[in-house]
C-alpha cells in the first residue's frame, strides 16, 4: 500500500471539520486588505500626499519596526503593501500552523489518527492531507487579496506579488507546524513552539528593518514576504527562497514521521511528579492548567505595549502632515489629546487580544470535556459548577492581567520618555481596565455556547473576528452605528481621551454575568461528552 494512500478522502474530510475556520480566515484576511487599500484611497487621493509620508517616517523607527519598510508610498498599492504586508503574512503564518496542528498533533492526542490509520490509510496520508489544508486555503487567500487589489485599480503584478507573498507566509509556517508536530507528545507543546518561531521571526525583521543591521531581516520568513517589493519592481527570485524553505522542512517533517511511534514525539516527555499535594481542588487544578499560557500571554503583551510607548511620542509628527488620518485617530480616542487618542486606539486592541486569550482560557472546559479529562474529575467530589467556576476564575484572572500588563509596559516607557511615569501608568491602566466588561462578554457568549451548544463553541471566534473588524475598521469604513454596536468594544469608553462613563460597563458587566450563570446553567443540566 502506497505511503499516501487515502490522502484525497482525508483532504476533504480535514475541510469539512474546519469548514467554519477556514472561512473565516479566508474572507477575513482579504477583507481587511481591501479595506485598508480602500481606506488609503481616501486619506491619500494624491501622489503630493502619498509621498509627503516618507518623510515622517524616516523620524519613527519604532513604527517602521511595526509595519516593515517603505519601499514605494507613491502608489495605493504600494502603501497597502506596506501597511498590511507584515500583518497579512503574521496573520497567514498563524492560520497555516494551527491547520497543521490541529490536523495532526491534535489529532493524534486525542486518539482519533490511530483510529483512522487501523484502515486502509498510508502512514503519510493524515500529515499530507493537513498540509495540502494549509497550502489550498494559502493560495485561496493569496488569490482574493490579488484579485480585490486588482478590482481596484491596481497594477496585476504587484497584485499577484502581494498575494502570493501572504500564500507564502501560510505554506511556510505550515511547513515548520509539521515538523514541531513530530518533536512533542502533545498538541499545545507543538504550537507554542510554532508560535515561538513566529515571534523569532518578526522579531528578526523588526530589528532589521528599524535599528539593527539590514541582513537580520533576510533570517527571517516573515521579511521575506515583504522583501518580494510589491507594486515596488517586484522580487520574483524570492519566492524561490519560500519554496525551498516549505521543500526542506516538509521533507524533514516526513523524514522525521518514520523515526517515531504513534502518539509520542521525539523529544522525551517530562515526567511528573510521584505525588501532587497541589492538585486537590478544581481551583489548583485549573492554575495549573493555565499558568503557563497566562505567562507567556502576559509576557508577550507587556512587551507590544512597551513598542507602542516608544511610538507615541512620534505619532504627533506623523500625522501632522495628513489632516484625514489625524482626524480618524482623533475619532477613535477622543478630541483632547492625539497621543492620548493614539494610546486609545491601542488599548482597542489589547481588549482584543484579552478577548482572544479569555475565548481560548474559557474554551479549555470544552477541550477537557471532548478529551475526556473532565469526567474523571467530575467522578468525584468535584461539582460541575466548582469545576467551571474554576476555569473561569483564570480566564477572568488573565484578562486582568494582561490589560496591566500592557497599561504598564506601554505608561514606563512612554513615562520615562516624558518624564511624567505616574500620570501615564495611571492613565493606560485604565484604559486597559475599562476593556474588561468588554471581555468578558466574550467570555459569557462562549461559556453559553459551551452549556447549550457545545459542538459550536468554536464560534466564539466568530464573534472576536467581528469586533476586531468593527473595531478596526468600522469607522473607516463609516458603518452604521447600529452595525458597531454590534460589538461589545464599542461600548466601551475611549480612556484616555473621552469622558469616563460608568454606565456602559455595568451593562456590559451585567450582560456578562446574566450569559455565564445561563451558561454554567446549560453546563450543569446536559450531558457530558
Not at 519596526?65 to 504586508?85: C, E, K, N, Q
Request: proline share 5%; hydrophobic share 55%.
Amino acid at each position: 500500500m502506497s505511503s499516501f494512500a487515502r490522502t484525497g478522502p482525508l483532504v476533504r474530510l480535514g475541510l469539512r471539520l474546519d469548514r467554519v475556520r477556514l472561512v473565516l480566515w479566508i474572507v477575513a484576511i482579504p477583507a481587511i486588505t481591501y479595506a485598508t487599500a480602500s481606506a488609503f484611497r481616501e486619506l491619500y487621493p494624491t501622489v503630493e500626499s502619498r509621498l509627503a509620508l516618507p518623510l515622517t517616517l524616516a523620524n519613527a523607527p519604532a513604527l517602521v519596526a511595526l509595519t516593515g519598510p517603505p519601499f514605494d508610498l507613491s502608489s495605493i498599492g504600494g502603501l497597502t503593501a506596506w501597511r498590511s504586508g507584515g500583518f497579512g503574512a503574521v496573520l497567514l503564518a498563524m492560520m497555516g500552523f494551527l491547520t497543521v496542528n490541529r490536523h495532526t498533533r491534535a489529532e493524534e492526542e486525542a486518539g482519533r489518527l490511530e483510529l483512522i490509520g487501523s484502515g486502509s490509510v498510508g502512514r503519510f496520508a493524515p500529515l499530507a492531507a493537513a498540509l495540502s489544508t494549509a497550502f489550498g486555503a494559502s493560495l485561496i487567500v493569496g488569490a482574493l487579496v490579488c484579485l480585490g487589489l486588482v478590482s481596484l485599480g491596481e497594477p496585476a503584478m504587484g497584485s499577484i506579488a502581494l498575494g502570493l507573498a501572504f500564500a507564502g507566509a501560510g505554506c511556510m509556517f505550515a511547513a515548520v507546524a509539521a515538523t514541531t508536530a513530530q518533536l512533542t507528545a502533545g498538541a499545545r507543546a507543538a504550537a507554542g513552539m510554532t508560535a515561538s518561531l513566529i515571534g523569532v521571526s518578526f522579531l528578526l525583521r523588526a530589528i532589521g528593518d528599524s535599528s539593527g543591521p539590514q541582513w537580520l531581516s533576510w533570517l527571517s520568513p516573515i521579511g521575506w514576504t515583504q522583501q518580494v517589493r510589491p507594486f515596488s519592481g517586484e522580487r520574483w527570485w524570492v519566492f524561490g527562497l519560500m519554496a525551498g524553505f516549505c521543500i526542506v522542512f516538509v521533507g524533514i517533517s516526513f523524514a522525521l514521521l518514520t523515526r517515531r511511534d504513534l502518539g509520542s514525539g521525539l523529544l522525551p516527555a517530562r515526567p511528573g511528579p510521584a505525588s501532587a499535594p497541589d492538585l486537590d481542588s478544581a481551583l489548583k487544578l485549573a492554575w495549573r492548567l493555565h499558568r503557563g499560557v497566562i505567562a507567556s500571554w502576559v509576557t508577550a503583551v507587556a512587551m507590544m505595549g512597551a513598542t507602542f510607548g516608544t511610538i507615541a511620542e512620534s505619532i504627533g509628527s506623523l500625522l501632522d502632515d495628513n489632516p484625514q488620518l489625524k482626524a480618524i485617530f482623533e475619532a477613535m480616542g477622543g478630541e483632547q489629546n492625539l497621543t492620548d487618542a493614539f494610546f486609545a486606539s491601542i488599548m482597542g486592541v489589547v481588549g482584543l487580544l484579552a478577548g482572544a486569550y479569555a475565548i481560548q482560557a474559557t474554551l479549555r472546559i470544552r477541550s477537557e470535556e471532548v478529551n475526556l479529562r473532565a469526567e474523571p474529575v467530575l467522578a468525584t467530589k468535584v461539582t460541575r459548577v466548582r469545576w467551571v467556576a474554576g476555569h473561569l476564575v483564570f480566564a477572568a484572572l488573565g484578562s486582568c492581567l494582561l490589560t496591566i500588563a500592557a497599561g504598564v509596559g506601554a505608561g514606563l516607557v512612554h513615562g520615562l520618555r516624558t518624564s511624567s511615569v505616574s500620570g501615564s501608568l495611571t492613565k493606560l491602566i485604565a484604559g486597559g481596565a475599562v476593556q474588561l466588561p468588554a471581555v468578558f462578554v466574550l467570555v459569557g457568549l462562549t461559556l453559553l455556547l459551551i452549556g447549550f451548544v457545545p459542538r459550536w463553541a468554536a464560534a466564539a471566534w466568530g464573534a472576536l473576528v467581528v469586533s476586531l473588524v468593527l473595531k478596526q475598521l468600522g469607522p473607516i469604513l463609516q458603518l452604521d452605528q447600529v452595525v458597531l454596536d454590534l460589538s461589545p468594544f464599542t461600548h466601551v469608553p475611549q480612556i484616555p481621551g473621552q469622558p469616563f462613563s460608568w454606565a456602559p460597563l455595568l451593562i456590559l458587566t451585567a450582560v456578562a454575568t446574566a450569559m455565564s450563570a445561563a451558561g454554567v446553567l446549560g453546563f450543569r443540566n446536559r450531558d457530558i461528552g
